[in-house]
T-cell receptor, first 109, second 116 residues
Framework: AQRVTQPEKLLSVFKGAPVELKCNYS??????LFWYVQYSRQRLQLLLR??SRESIKGFTADLNKGETSFHLKKPFAQEEDSAMYYC???????????FGEGTQLTVNP | GAVVSQHPSWVICKSGTSVKIECRSL??????MFWYRQFPKQSLMLMAT?????????EQGVEKDKFLINHASLTLSTLTVTSAHPEDSSFYIC????????????FGPGTRLTVT
């Protein structure tokens, strides 16, 4: 079974502060991990995925297989980063996505 | 590119009636489409996976006779909620995946269903 856990439902930081959104997963094989973001009144969209090892909007995420984690980080949060963030896992190529519960990030001015 | 639309964006229906929700990939061919349900302040729960031209695969606990899914073409999938009841009120979201991008799903804006 595949499972994704985001321990924080709400996270509030001040503008310019570092932010880390936690994600832990459970999967017996080699997972593909993703971060999706949903801004207010907008659809869910892909933020980044671990296989591409890219930085999007200043966010990065590193897959730590030893700790089964895929935390999302940004060194200096911006107000426009305020959104709901979902960590998601996919098993074999093209298989279903399992989403975490989501973390609502609020960046205060 | 890779835009997914849903119609309607919101619908109110009476208990006992059926409602059809459409999901379209506007600028690409979607070999696979997914249907999710999202309750307020909760995560997305996968209901079913549909591949073009074949029967949908439903997740455990999802009634296939109640939530009818049809994926007749590479750009259209429909979800029909039959004999709707108030507990079916929810936000229904579809996503689509194209053959050459097996890892990425493109999400629709969602459909708010309210059953009175």
């Amino acid at each position: 079974a595949q499972r994704v856990t985001q321990p924080e439902k709400l996270l509030s930081v001040f503008k310019g502060a570092p932010v880390e959104l936690k994600c832990n997963y459970s999967y017996s094989g080699s997972p593909e991990l993703f971060w999706y973001v949903q801004y207010s009144r907008q659809r869910l969209q892909l933020l980044l995925r671990h296989i591409s090892r890219e930085s999007i909007k200043g966010f990065t995420a590193d897959l730590n297989k030893g700790e089964t984690s895929f935390h999302l980080k940004k060194p200096f949060a911006q107000e426009e980063d305020s959104a709901m963030y979902y960590c998601a896992l996919s098993g074999a190529s093209g298989s279903r996505l399992t989403f975490g519960e989501g973390t609502q990030l609020t960046v205060n001015p | 590119g890779a835009v997914v639309s849903q119609h309607p964006s919101w619908v109110i229906c009476k208990s006992g009636t059926s409602v059809k929700i459409e999901c379209r990939s506007l600028d690409f061919q979607a070999t696979t489409m997914f249907w999710y349900r999202q309750f307020p302040k909760q995560s997305l729960m996968l209901m079913a996976t549909s591949n073009e031209g074949s029967k949908a695969t439903y997740e455990q606990g999802v009634e296939k006779d109640k939530f009818l899914i049809n994926h007749a073409s590479l750009t259209l999938s429909t979800l029909t909620v039959t004999s709707a009841h108030p507990e079916d009120s929810s936000f229904y979201i579809c996503s689509a995946r194209r053959a050459r991008s097996p890892y990425e799903q493109y999400f629709g804006p969602g459909t708010r269903l309210t059953v009175t």
